[in-house]
């Protein structure tokens, strides 16, 4: 079982002695996040303000949200994948993998094919509906990926992105 004691200000901030700026700060005697230092925050402030800026385009234009665009490119990248390899990739749960390949199946965006003969599990390909919105998609995505970084050197936005993937294998140690 582990130890959940609080630790004091100090034994924490020796936890990122090797940072140049910590993700804790002291306020009154507590030990508090600082924001504009911790990780997760900054991940979660990007990816929240893209989304808020993506998808109310994506769904006045396509009729489909962040998701069905996450599923349509990943089966772009990979056609003829089942819904675990989307989730695997893209990172999102089952559930709403499979509510965005049911929807986009409806609307004739994505085509299944069962993977073995009597099999619930299928594979999945954009239609050609789903290959023509993928490609006006993609030319947004990649126009508003311009305007993120603009403003960051390009060295810097690869030490950036090499970070993140590394993050991205960490997670794995997170869940064990």
């Not at 020796?14 to 911790?38: K, M, V």
């Amino acid at each position: 079982m582990e130890d959940h004691r609080p630790q004091s200000h100090a034994d924490l901030q020796a936890l990122f002695a090797d940072r140049i700026a910590a993700p804790i700060s002291e306020r009154d005697g507590l030990t508090i996040l600082d924001i504009e230092n911790y990780v997760p925050f900054l991940l979660n402030a990007v990816s929240s303000g893209w989304q808020r800026v993506s998808a109310p385009r994506y769904r006045a234009t396509f009729g489909l949200g962040i998701t069905d665009w996450r599923v349509i490119a990943m089966l772009a990248i990979e056609p003829e994948i089942t819904a675990n390899r989307v989730c695997e990739v893209v990172k999102l749960d089952k559930a709403a993998v499979s509510r965005s390949i049911n929807s986009m199946e409806a609307s004739e965006h994505v085509i299944g094919t069962p993977v073995s003969a009597g099999s619930r599990n299928r594979t999945w390909r954009l239609t050609a509906k789903g290959e023509r919105v993928h490609n006006q998609i993609l030319e947004i995505a990649l126009a508003n990926e311009l305007r993120l970084v603009s403003g960051i050197p390009l060295a810097d936005l690869e030490i950036c992105m090499r970070s993140l993937r590394q993050m991205i294998r960490n997670l794995d140690s997170l869940s064990g």
